[in-house]
């Protein structure tokens, strides 16, 4: 009895549990509002310049595309979310972290485990990104440098950055029943098409009609007439088929394929007498014979 409570009980809590995990960068409120940040992950990295004349690149949700060149990471095979092209070397600003927190007044991104800070023993390149819903911004947007720390643009190690962008703001999750209406909507759509190709090829060629009469008829007379004529075609080219793979050369039908070797030990006597290199068999009996 315990155990059949127990099964109820795990049935119950698994799905909540795989359901509350999020996807990457995307994430719920306290108000079950969602949030899905994968739209600002591009094929070409997001760049801008410091104030200093640094070129920064930056992508979302997955590494960056511009390869990196004198980073200071041992691991040349990781996923960059962000550096500061310097002119002795890149400065990494974080690794790829596809998991957001939801802060007053957006969502934040933090990135740590970047490049050794100079002069700071220990510390690594990090950055964090606060995206603000602005409706405004029809595009992906550009992020902001708001600040980096310490001040002097060589020796930074920490980054601030500001991302204003429509992809911030709330958007519908599609679920199950979201992803089921989708299907079926196409599924619509493509039978609907097909039928109106089939119905207009069956009044053309079928029953000889011209100009706008031709057309399909949504009815459910003619989509019975088109469904019969249909099956029927099907049916006549599956025997058709099945007719020309019967009637193949007998040859083919008794060659093993797998061995190619004869399955008829008869057929394999003829074909070795028709042989003109094979030596004739009473010959060479008669032979051994008068020997």
Same mark, same amino acid.
């Given at each position: $009895?315990?155990? *059949?409570?127990?099964?109820?009980?795990?049935?119950? #809590?698994?799905?909540?549990?795989?359901?509350?995990?999020?996807?990457?960068?995307? @994430?719920?409120?306290?108000?079950?509002? *969602? *949030?899905?940040?994968?739209?600002?992950? !591009?094929?070409?990295?997001?760049?801008?310049?410091?104030?200093?004349?640094?070129? %920064? *690149?930056?992508?979302?949700?997955?590494?960056?595309?511009?390869?990196?060149?004198?980073?200071?990471?041992?691991?040349?095979?990781?996923?960059?979310?962000?550096?500061?092209?310097?002119?002795?070397?890149?400065? &990494?600003?974080?690794? &790829?972290?596809? !998991?957001?927190? #939801?802060?007053?007044? /957006?969502?934040?991104?933090?990135? =740590?485990? /970047?490049?050794?800070?100079?002069? $700071?023993?220990?510390?690594?390149?990090?950055? !964090?990104?606060?995206?603000?819903?602005?409706? =405004? @911004?029809?595009?992906?947007?550009?992020?902001?440098?708001?600040? =980096?720390?310490?001040?002097?643009?060589?020796?930074?190690?920490?980054?601030?950055?500001?991302?204003?962008?429509?992809?911030?703001?709330?958007?519908?999750?599609?679920?199950?029943?979201?992803?089921?209406? %989708?299907?079926?909507?196409?599924?619509?759509?493509?039978?609907?098409?097909?039928?109106?190709?089939?119905? !207009?090829?069956?009044?053309?060629? %079928?029953?000889?009609?011209? /100009?706008?009469?031709?057309?399909?008829?949504?009815?459910?007379?003619?989509?019975?007439? %088109?469904?019969? #004529?249909?099956?029927?075609? &099907?049916?006549?080219? &599956?025997?058709?088929?099945?007719?020309?793979?019967?009637?193949?050369?007998?040859?083919?039908?008794? @060659?093993?394929?797998?061995?190619?070797?004869?399955?008829?030990?008869?057929?394999?006597?003829?074909?070795?007498?028709?042989?003109?290199?094979?030596?004739?068999?009473?010959?060479?009996?008669?032979?051994?014979?008068?020997?």
């Amino acid at each position: $009895m315990l155990s *059949y409570w127990w099964r109820l009980g795990l049935l119950l #809590v698994l799905p909540s549990a795989i359901f509350a995990e999020e996807k990457p960068c995307t @994430v719920h409120d306290s108000a079950n509002n *969602y *949030y899905d940040l994968n739209p600002l992950r !591009t094929s070409k990295d997001h760049q801008f310049e410091t104030d200093g004349g640094h070129t %920064v *690149y930056l992508n979302l949700c997955g590494g960056i595309k511009t390869k990196p060149w004198k980073t200071g990471l041992d691991d040349s095979h990781i996923d960059i979310a962000g550096l500061v092209r310097r002119d002795r070397g890149d400065f &990494v600003i974080g690794l &790829v972290n596809t !998991t957001l927190e #939801v802060k007053d007044g /957006g969502l934040m991104l933090r990135q =740590s485990q /970047g490049s050794p800070c100079t002069g $700071m023993e220990d510390e690594r390149g990090s950055s !964090t990104i606060l995206f603000i819903c602005d409706m =405004s @911004v029809y595009s992906a947007g550009k992020p902001v440098l708001l600040d =980096s720390w310490p001040s002097e643009e060589d020796r930074a190690c920490h980054y601030e950055f500001e991302w204003r962008t429509h992809y911030a703001c709330p958007v519908g999750e599609r679920g199950f029943f979201g992803g089921l209406i %989708v299907f079926l909507t196409i599924s619509t759509i493509i039978f609907l098409m097909a039928f109106m190709v089939i119905s !207009t090829i069956y009044n053309r060629f %079928v029953l000889r009609q011209r /100009g706008f009469d031709q057309l399909p008829k949504f009815t459910f007379g003619h989509a019975r007439e %088109v469904w019969e #004529v249909s099956s029927e075609f &099907v049916h006549a080219l &599956v025997d058709y088929v099945a007719a020309a793979w019967n009637t193949r050369p007998s040859g083919f039908r008794n @060659v093993n394929s797998a061995s190619h070797h004869w399955t008829s030990r008869d057929e394999e006597e003829a074909l070795r007498s028709s042989d003109p290199l094979e030596p004739n068999r009473e010959y060479a009996h008669g032979t051994e014979e008068g020997d």
